[in-house]
């Protein structure tokens, strides 16, 4: 069974500041992470994904998130907040690409 | 990169009616396609899992003659909500799967469709 723990339902910060969004995941199989960003009323986009390899990722907008198996964690992280980055951000697992399990989803202020 | 097509973004129908919604790969074939909905301020929810020329797998709890999907080719799935009522008001959001095998990478979300029931 898989499922996805996101803590903090709203995260706020200053522009400038440091972004972290914390994700924690169950997995009985190696897990392939994801977050996605969501703008109001609009799909998902893909930030970043682990699937094998380096436990740091990059991703799109200056985002990174590391995998730590030890702490089932997939935190996301951005040095400098920017006013675009508000948005609700999305961690998600999958097994090997197959069915998403979602988290309950972070919603980010960025105050000016 | 991968694209997929959602349409329509947004729909207002009256209670009874039945909704079509359109969900197609651009500039892939799309072997699996996933239909989620997603209920204000909340994350989204697997609805069922649709394979080209086959029957769609639905979760637990979602009633299959309710929402009928059809994924008649590699590029096109169709999730249609029949008479519609007020509860049905939702965001729905369909992913597409490029590919077959373990990727875990070659998932691609449309830009979802607001459905409000009147």
């Known amino acids: 069974a898989q499922s996805v723990t996101q803590l903090g339902s709203h995260v706020s910060v200053s522009e400038g500041a440091l972004v972290l969004l914390r994700c924690n995941y169950s997995?009985?199989?190696?897990?392939?992470l994801f977050w996605y960003v969501q703008y109001p009323n609009q799909g998902l986009q893909l930030l970043l994904k682990y699937t094998t390899g380096a436990t740091l990722v990059k991703g799109i907008n200056g985002f990174e998130a590391e995998f730590k198996k030890s702490e089932t964690s997939f935190h996301l992280t951005k040095p400098s907040a920017h006013m675009s980055d508000a948005a609700e951000y999305f961690c998600?697992?999958?097994?090997?690409?197959?069915?998403?399990?979602f988290g309950t989803g972070t919603s980010l202020t960025v105050i000016p | 990169g991968a694209v997929v097509s959602q349409h329509p973004s947004r729909v207002i129908c009256k209670s009874g009616t039945s909704v079509k919604i359109e969900c197609r790969s651009l500039?892939?074939?799309?072997?699996?396609m996933f239909w989620y909905r997603q209920f204000p301020k909340q994350s989204l929810m697997l609805m069922a899992t649709?394979?080209?020329?086959?029957?769609?797998?639905?979760e637990q709890g979602v009633e299959k003659d309710k929402f009928l999907i059809n994924h008649a080719s590699l590029t096109l799935s169709t999730l249609t909500v029949t008479s519609a009522h007020p509860e049905d008001s939702s965001f729905y959001i369909c992913s597409a799967r490029e590919g077959t095998g373990p990727s875990g990478a070659g998932y691609t979300f449309g830009s979802g469709t607001r459905l409000t029931v009147v």
């Open positions: 500039d892939f074939q799309a072997t699996t």
């Open positions: 998600a697992v999958s097994s090997a690409g197959n069915q998403f399990y």
């Open positions: 997995s009985s199989v190696p897990p392939y």
């Open positions: 649709s394979n080209e020329g086959s029957k769609a797998t639905y």
